[in-house]
């Protein structure tokens, strides 16, 4: 039965990254209706006893307890990891902490990016040639290294992650939206607006910007990904947050030992779960990009 | 404008690229909020204690003063000492910067066989269904994070197969060995100066491992963006006057559609230089390899304030350098950019 | 002087874009013999354009030939291997196309386009005397030898274009297919390139395919003329009997549309606009503009008859 028709590959691309996204989202905000266990404790509760659970099991083990006389089965989906932790709660328990770092340090990103690109490229002269050189100089150098100067300057902690990434994309909402603003300053609608007698600011935020957002939100989907891929990074360098809150690049950093002694599944599946999300936000924007500025035309 | 002209302006415009390069590192390690000594020393350690490092460090002078003496230092050289040993940082960075130059090389190679060949290939059989598998191969690399593909392949062809060694860039005795008659402290040229193909070829087989899987993070974008320019390219109409002309399938393949793709592929490269560094970074620390990526690691590890902010600037050099020499290639290529 | 050169048999291309199917050319059949010169005539979107790209097998992939024949040399060209077809292009069929720019590398310096040309189809000489060569070639088309070592960016649309047409005659083609070669080019550069065909043609002895919608400048050039219309060919024959005597209604109106200097004339447009390929009129194409139709042109297409010597015409005005 077909329900819905898609028809065009960008619009697969889109479909997919969404169902990807869309099915870690649910899993995550669900996480602990789904699983009985906590991501960041060795141990279960079940009828007031504290059972603790053996560290480094395989995926698909099965483990049988007996409590007060009762037996019962404790489930791993995907192993516990080396303190003992069930991996499968750890690894969707660790999308709220990743998304929420990218999805935030994105937004604080574009809220000072892109003023500054309106504005300087609306204004123009020789403010916007000095920002720019400067937005072109913080875009060329890497971006892991500039959030490594300054998460290593801040510290670890959530906010200071957020920062750090942040300061990494600000240039390129920059120059995104300075170089929209830039071909529309030019548009016949916008002479018009003006010759109308329309306040600049009006022309800014009425006229101008909204033209610049389906390509705003292409980056920022973009940029998200990115994101989440600096985050594990930092992380993994152990820049980021502390034990024990869950989260993939610190999971991949701390089992690393055991990850090459041969217990695969606690490196696999925190690493999918990075690759899952990264293309999720991926598909969805380029995706758009691809409706936007179709790259391949087969006219 | 002629070739020459291009450079010598390029060059000068060189100039204000690292003055504002260095400007920001500076802004980041100490005009913005957060005390650097604090950070990196930690909060237990007696007020004293923090307060004579910030002196050491010339953290109590005004902004201003502490830019100048900033500036003139890096540009006599001097990047300050390290805390633990007072040995220079210059020094140390010297020492390392070769072996992040071999990886980064290798690695480049690697990236560049790969992403450029299937790149143009897959755009090349543009409906058919390699295509689509290069297209998807860009994203999912991209996606994969570099250093888990590092532990990946160390766990499957280190630990598992035994081929290559898991870590370091020389195996520890001919380590010794080399770092008591080293030269230039680059192992290929060292290697063949001093006749030692013992060395060469153990340097060869543990830069393989980290420059693999360097390489295959960067190719994901080089075959992404090789793969969409040239399949516009040979979609261009010159190509199709090329061929009514009857010139031979690979010779348009090659010199039209890579020729005329390669324009931005360089400025690609010349971007991909920081995915490179940062990739270097994270690379050098799951192997060990004794680069510069590394330091920056290592040295926020030992909370080391003038080793931090020294590999940092040096990154800033590094950037400014690649930058120029992607410009000067570019215009090499394309005779129509030389303004 | 008879020798047949090239015969388009009933040739059909269809385009499919996305689910419209267009038929940019139905059933078109066309002759050329040794030492003739033809005109392919008709507005944009009449087929004209996929007809050319068609004999050298240059059809975009989302074309493809339904049916029909391309007999060159004796051979059908829709049955040969690519390399065969390679072989032909440059070397025996020439082709240049409408828009100057888009002819030339834009990397390559102009010398580049002839050492390659020469090289791809294994011409034995060596670099100096391709050098030599392609002097030989810009002085026959008007083009001083210092512009070998030229990028393209560096000439006029004008020279691009006779560099073109050299490198389609450097190999002594028998045919020269020319795709609008002076659309894009100003009037005055436009009749230079008309005079240096004209000189080609006598000096070289080929026979030019000339697809223009440009009808005034066809009469130089050419000896023959085929009016397309809508994928079709309407009119076809001796250029003379055509241009004295046109007898489909579309030729008249063509004809008719063409100012001439010196001759107060109303220029008439012609009304109404072509048809929607994906969804043709039935019967005669041209029903819908003609002011002659009648019933049965709405229902039965024309088909092409021999009204005079070599003078075809498809049209029901003209049937017994």
Request: charged content about 15%; glycine content about 6%; hydrophobic content about 50%.
């Given at each position: 039965m077909r329900l819905i028709k898609i028809k065009g590959h960008e619009n697969w691309m889109i479909f997919i990254g969404s169902l990807v996204l869309f099915v870690i989202v649910f899993l995550t905000l669900l996480y602990s209706i789904i699983s009985p266990y906590d991501p960041t404790k060795s141990s279960v509760n079940i009828k007031g006893e504290t059972i603790f659970i053996k560290p480094l099991l395989p995926p698909l083990s099965k483990i049988e307890v007996e409590v007060n006389g009762s037996k019962h089965e404790l489930f791993f989906l995907f192993g516990t990891d080396q303190v003992g932790r069930d991996v499968f709660t750890r690894v969707i328990a660790g999308s709220s902490f990743v998304l929420s770092v990218a999805i935030l340090a994105t937004l604080l990103s574009l809220s000072i990016g892109l003023p500054l690109g309106l504005?300087?490229?609306?204004?123009?002269?020789?403010?916007?040639?000095?920002?720019?050189?400067?937005?072109?100089?913080?875009?060329?150098?890497?971006?892991?290294?500039?959030?490594?100067?300054?998460?290593?300057?801040?510290?670890?902690?959530?906010?200071?992650?957020?920062?750090?990434?942040?300061?990494?994309?600000?240039?390129?909402?920059?120059?995104?939206?300075?170089?929209?603003?830039?071909?529309?300053?030019?548009?016949?609608?916008?002479?018009?607006?003006i010759a109308l007698g329309m306040p600049k600011t009006n022309i800014l935020f009425k006229q101008i910007m909204p033209n610049v957002f389906p390509s705003l939100f292409v980056?920022?989907?973009?940029?998200?990904?990115?994101?989440?891929?600096?985050?594990?990074?930092?992380?993994?360098?152990?820049?980021?947050?502390?034990?024990?809150?869950?989260?993939?690049?610190?999971?991949?950093?701390q089992g690393k030992r055991y990850f090459l002694a041969g217990a695969w599944w606690v490196g696999i599946f925190p690493a999918m779960m990075i690759s899952l999300a990264v293309l999720g936000f991926s598909l969805i924007g380029e995706g758009f990009d691809e409706k936007l500025n179709p790259k391949i035309r087969t006219k | 404008m002629s070739l020459k002209s291009y450079i010598i302006t390029r060059l000068l415009l060189t100039i204000p690229m690292v003055f504002i390069l260095l400007s920001i590192v500076f802004v980041v390690l100490r005009v913005l909020p957060g005390d650097p000594v604090t950070m990196l020393e930690g909060k237990d350690i007696p007020e004293e204690v923090l307060q004579r490092r910030r002196e050491e460090l010339g953290l109590n002078k005004p902004i201003h003063e502490q830019?100048?003496?900033?500036?003139?230092?890096?540009?006599?050289?001097?990047?300050?000492?390290?805390?633990?040993?007072?040995?220079?940082?210059?020094?140390?960075?010297?020492?390392?910067?070769?072996?992040?130059?071999?990886?980064?090389?290798?690695?480049?190679?690697?990236?560049?066989?790969?992403?450029?060949?299937?790149?143009?290939?897959?755009?090349?059989?543009?409906?058919?269904?390699?295509?689509?598998?290069?297209?998807?191969?860009?994203?999912?690399?991209?996606?994969?994070?570099?250093?888990?593909l590092g532990l990946l392949l160390i766990y499957i062809l280190s630990i598992s197969l035994g081929i290559f060694p898991t870590s370091l860039r020389l195996s520890p005795l001919l380590e010794i060995e080399y770092s008591t008659i080293r030269v230039t402290n680059f192992i290929l040229i060292d290697s063949i100066i001093l006749n030692r193909y013992d060395i060469l070829y153990d340097w060869l087989h543990h830069l393989f491992l980290p420059s693999l899987v360097?390489?295959?993070?960067?190719?994901?974008?080089?075959?992404?963006?090789?793969?969409?320019?040239?399949?516009?390219?040979?979609?261009?109409?010159?190509?199709?006057?090329?061929?009514?002309?009857?010139?031979?399938?690979?010779?348009?393949?090659?010199?039209?559609?890579?020729?005329?793709?390669?324009?931005?592929?360089?400025?690609?490269?010349?971007?991909?230089?920081?995915?490179?560094?940062?990739?270097?970074?994270?690379?050098?620390?799951?192997?060990?390899?004794?680069?510069?990526?590394?330091?920056?690691?290592?040295?926020?590890?030992?909370?080391?304030?003038?080793?931090?902010?020294?590999?940092?600037?040096?990154?800033?050099?590094?950037?400014?350098?690649?930058?120029?020499?992607?410009?000067?290639?570019?215009?090499?290529?394309?005779?129509?950019?030389?303004? | 002087m008879n020798e047949e050169l090239l015969f388009v048999k009933n040739l059909t291309v269809e385009y499919s874009l996305g689910k419209y199917n267009v038929r940019a050319v139905d059933n078109v059949s066309l002759k050329i013999n040794k030492g003739i010169s033809i005109g392919i005539a008709g507005e944009s979107g009449s087929g004209k354009t996929t007809l050319a790209l068609s004999i050298?097998?240059?059809?975009?992939?989302?074309?493809?030939?339904?049916?029909?024949?391309?007999?060159?040399?004796?051979?059908?060209?829709?049955?040969?291997?690519?390399?065969?077809?390679?072989?032909?292009?440059?070397?025996?069929?020439?082709?240049?196309?409408?828009?100057?720019?888009?002819?030339?590398?834009?990397?390559?310096?102009?010398?580049?386009?002839?050492?390659?040309?020469?090289?791809?189809?294994?011409?034995?000489?060596?670099?100096?005397?391709?050098?030599?060569?392609?002097?030989?070639?810009?002085?026959?088309?008007?083009?001083?030898?210092?512009?070998?070592?030229?990028?393209?960016?560096?000439?006029?649309?004008?020279?691009?274009?006779?560099?073109?047409?050299?490198?389609?005659?450097?190999?002594?083609?028998?045919?020269?297919?020319?795709?609008?070669?002076?659309?894009?080019?100003?009037?005055?550069?436009?009749?230079?390139?008309?005079?240096?065909?004209?000189?080609?043609?006598?000096?070289?002895?080929?026979?030019?395919?000339?697809?223009?919608?440009?009808?005034?400048?066809?009469?130089?050039?050419?000896?023959?003329?085929?009016i397309m219309y809508a994928g079709k060919i309407v009119e076809m024959g001796n250029k003379e009997s055509i241009f004295n005597d046109p007898l489909h209604p579309y030729t008249q109106l063509l004809l008719q549309a063409i100012p001439e200097i010196g001759i107060e004339k109303k220029l008439k447009a012609i009304p109404g606009s072509p048809p929607d390929l994906s969804n043709p009129p039935p019967g005669c194409r041209f029903h819908p503009r003609c002011p002659y139709a009648m019933e049965i042109c709405k229902k039965v297409e024309p088909k092409l008859i021999e009204i005079k010597p070599n003078h075809f015409v498809a049209c029901h005005l003209y049937e017994k």
């Open positions: 504005l300087s490229g609306y204004v123009g002269r020789i403010y916007d040639r000095a920002l720019s050189l400067v937005m072109d100089s913080i875009y060329a150098f890497p971006g892991l290294i500039l959030a490594i100067a300054v998460a290593a300057l801040l510290g670890i902690g959530l906010v200071n992650m957020i920062v750090a990434i942040a300061v990494v994309y600000i240039p390129s909402y920059f120059r995104i939206v300075r170089g929209q603003v830039l071909s529309l300053k030019e548009q016949p609608f916008i002479e018009a607006a980056i920022t989907t973009l940029n998200i990904a990115d994101a989440i891929i600096i985050e594990a990074a930092l992380s993994f360098l152990g820049l980021g947050i502390s034990p024990p809150t869950p989260d993939w690049g610190l999971d991949i950093s | 830019y100048l003496s900033y500036l003139i230092n890096i540009f006599q050289g001097n990047l300050g000492e390290t805390a633990l040993t007072k040995v220079p940082v210059t020094y140390f960075i010297i020492q390392r910067l070769p072996a992040t130059v071999e990886l980064a090389i290798m690695s480049m190679i690697f990236a560049v066989i790969i992403g450029i060949f299937l790149g143009s290939y897959g755009a090349y059989k543009f409906h058919r269904p390699l295509s689509y598998i290069v297209r998807i191969y860009g994203m999912i690399v991209y996606s994969i994070p570099v250093f888990f360097l390489g295959i993070y960067l190719s994901g974008i080089f075959v992404r963006l090789t793969h969409a320019q040239v399949a516009e390219t040979l979609f261009k109409d010159f190509v199709t006057a090329a061929r009514a002309r009857g010139i031979t399938e690979r010779r348009i393949l090659y010199k039209y559609g890579l020729r005329n793709a390669l324009i931005p592929i360089v400025t690609m490269m010349g971007l991909q230089f920081a995915a490179l560094l940062s990739g270097a970074v994270l690379t050098e620390t799951v192997f060990n390899w004794p680069g510069i990526g590394s330091l920056v690691y290592e040295s926020i590890l030992a909370r080391d304030y003038n080793l931090v902010q020294g590999s940092i600037v040096i990154y800033a050099f590094l950037v400014a350098l690649v930058s120029l020499i992607v410009d000067i290639t570019y215009a090499y290529i394309d005779p129509r950019i030389r303004y | 050298l097998k240059l059809l975009p992939h989302y074309a493809k030939i339904l049916s029909g024949e391309i007999i060159f040399e004796g051979k059908n060209i829709l049955n040969l291997t690519n390399e065969e077809i390679r072989k032909i292009r440059g070397a025996k069929i020439g082709m240049i196309f409408q828009d100057p720019s888009a002819s030339l590398n834009p990397t390559m310096k102009v010398i580049d386009h002839f050492i390659e040309l020469f090289n791809s189809h294994k011409v034995n000489l060596r670099k100096e005397e391709i050098i030599e060569e392609a002097a030989k070639i810009l002085e026959e088309m008007g083009i001083g030898k210092e512009r070998l070592k030229d990028y393209p960016h560096m000439l006029s649309g004008g020279m691009k274009q006779r560099i073109a047409i050299g490198l389609a005659l450097a190999l002594n083609p028998s045919l020269l297919i020319a795709d609008e070669p002076t659309t894009a080019l100003d009037v005055l550069i436009e009749a230079q390139i008309i005079e240096l065909l004209k000189n080609l043609k006598k000096q070289r002895n080929i026979s030019i395919m000339l697809i223009t919608h440009n009808l005034g400048i066809i009469s130089e050039l050419v000896d023959e003329v085929s």
